[in-house]
T-cell receptor, first 110, second 113 residues
Framework: GESVGLHLPTLSVQEGDNSIINCAYS??????FIWYKQESGKGPQFIID?????DKRQGQRVTVLLNKTVKHLSLQIAATQPGDSAVYFC?????????FGTGTSLTVIP | DAGVIQSPRHEVTEMGQEVTLRCKPI?????LFWYRQTMMRGLELLIY????????DSGMPEDRFSAKMPNASFSTLKIQPSEPRDSAVYFC???????????FGSGTRLTVV
């Protein structure tokens, strides 16, 4: 029979463009958030984190924005490169409870 | 730091056999997590330990699965007997308190035939 799996949101961007990946979280009490990148055949890798007392945090080519009012998190990747192609997960942490989103698949078109 | 180390990277076994997956967390991390990842369900938390003590095993699918952490530097996830539906990638992760330094291993790809 036909297999049914998770239908990940997908995003395709042209190389050099900026990418924005969104995540809605569920627990207003979550106080720590992490973005992970998972390439095919590898484990999730830490990209950037943000605490709930911040609205924005910047890293190298990446920026995370946190909107607590609407419980929304976004990851912005500047000047997207082919090596950025991967599945991106957000994680929300409340105490020692971790919740991962299903992920967004990013494809960079050369 | 070598990160979280898992072994083996790949495991192929026959249905009914016992499978043992191993994990070495990052030194100093006192939380250890076992996850299973499949196309059907994504990333699922199976169990986590704090200071070598199992805290929440509600994600363990059934009695065929068991996990131990005999010391701060080693944990095992055992499946006995294994079934084809257990085929997945199993990840171990470790962290400090409240998710600080949360790091995944490279995973073990398990295939049960």
């Amino acid at each position: 029979g036909e297999s049914v799996g998770l239908h990940l949101p997908t995003l395709s961007v042209q190389e050099g463009d900026n990418s924005i990946i969104n995540c809605a979280y569920s627990n207003s009490a979550s106080d720590y958030f992490i973005w992970y990148k998972q390439e095919s055949g590898k484990g999730p890798q830490f990209i950037i984190d943000i605490r709930s007392n911040m609205d924005k945090r910047q890293g190298q080519r990446v920026t995370v924005l946190l909107n607590k009012t609407v419980k929304h998190l976004s990851l912005q990747i500047a000047a997207t490169q082919p090596g950025d192609s991967a599945v991106y997960f957000c994680a929300e942490i409340h105490g020692n409870q971790f919740y991962f989103g299903t992920g967004t698949s990013l494809t960079v078109i050369p | 730091d070598a990160g979280v180390i898992q072994s083996p990277r790949h495991e192929v076994t026959e249905m009914g056999q016992e499978v043992t997956l191993r994990c070495k967390p990052i030194s100093g991390h006192d939380y250890l997590f076992w996850y299973r990842q499949t196309m059907m369900r994504g990333l699922e938390l199976l169990i986590y330990f704090n200071n070598n003590v199992p805290i929440d095993d509600s994600g363990m699918p059934e009695d065929r699965f068991s996990a131990k952490m005999p010391n701060a530097s080693f944990s095992t996830l055992k499946i006995q007997p294994s079934e084809p539906r257990d085929s997945a990638v199993y990840f171990c992760a470790s962290s400090l308190d409240r998710g600080v330094g949360y790091t995944f291993g490279s995973g073990t790809r398990l295939t049960v035939v």
